[in-house]
């Protein structure tokens, strides 16, 4: 059974622009989350999709947006890129939500914003 | 609030010796526990959980985790360091707030250091 794949693995982009990242969750999992992680605030929380619907946001700026596709793959789009969105993004796939599932997670983009 | 704390930033221990990394949590209700390990630019890896039950919990790689809930504490423990074990480590908690949710809280990562 295949991974988690998350692509790009790396991106570089200038202030301002926006970047799509992707993250494809294992097969017949359908619950996808996405964290931020920068060596200032760890490990962050962005936002999780089930069944194509946005169960839970955390507290991120209006800039940070995502969607689920029919076939539970998930994007994440940032806009009007700053310094600061520089990071690891991960995505973690789940069988469904809510239950004492663990999280597999993919290996994440690292974003350089310059 | 629902938290985890990770005390120590890092942790050195020699091969071949247990080791020990601690973490505690605080949250209402019974907790949904877990640990992962991220080596250098790669996602975070399942190691083991704590739901229910036995307070000792066995995961991969040897390694185990015990649940003390009167001292709201999960750390994970391995009886002998492998270099390979060198990596950073992360605690985590299901946020059980707001109904349904696969969210994680997590610690800050502590780096374990094993040294041949």
């Known amino acids: 059974k295949a991974g988690v794949t998350q692509t790009p693995r790396y991106l570089i982009k200038t202030r301002g622009q926006q970047v799509t990242l992707s993250c494809s969750p294992i097969?017949?999992?359908?619950?996808v989350s996405w964290y931020q992680q920068t060596p200032g605030q760890g490990l962050q929380f962005l936002f999780e999709?089930?069944?194509?619907?946005?169960?839970n946001k955390g507290n991120f700026p209006g800039r940070f947006s995502g969607r689920q596709f029919s076939n539970s793959r998930s994007e994440m789009n940032v806009s009007t890129l700053e310094l600061g969105d520089s990071a690891l993004y991960l995505c973690?796939?789940?069988?469904?939500?809510?239950?004492?599932?663990?999280?597999?997670f993919g290996q994440g983009t690292r974003l350089t914003v310059v | 609030a629902q938290s985890v704390a990770q005390p120590e930033d890092q942790v050195n221990v020699a091969e071949g010796n247990p080791l020990t990394v601690k973490c505690t949590y605080s949250?209402?209700?019974?907790?949904?526990l877990f640990w992962y390990v991220q080596y250098p630019n790669r996602g975070l890896q399942f190691l083991l959980k704590?739901?229910?039950?036995?307070?000792l919990v066995k995961g991969s790689y040897g390694f185990e985790a015990e649940f003390n809930k009167s001292q709201t504490s999960f750390h994970l423990k391995k009886p002998s360091a492998l270099v390979s074990d060198s990596a950073l480590y992360f605690c985590?908690?299901?946020?059980?707030?707001?109904?349904?949710?696969?969210?994680?809280?997590f610690g800050t990562g502590t780096l374990l250091a094993v040294q041949p």
């Open positions: 949250v209402s209700g019974n907790p949904y």
């Open positions: 704590y739901i229910t039950g036995d307070n």
């Open positions: 973690a796939s789940y069988d469904r939500l809510g239950g004492n599932t663990e999280a597999f």
């Open positions: 097969s017949g999992h359908r619950s």
């Open positions: 999709y089930f069944s194509e619907t946005q169960r």
């Open positions: 985590a908690v299901r946020d059980m707030r707001g109904g349904a949710t696969n969210k994680l809280i």
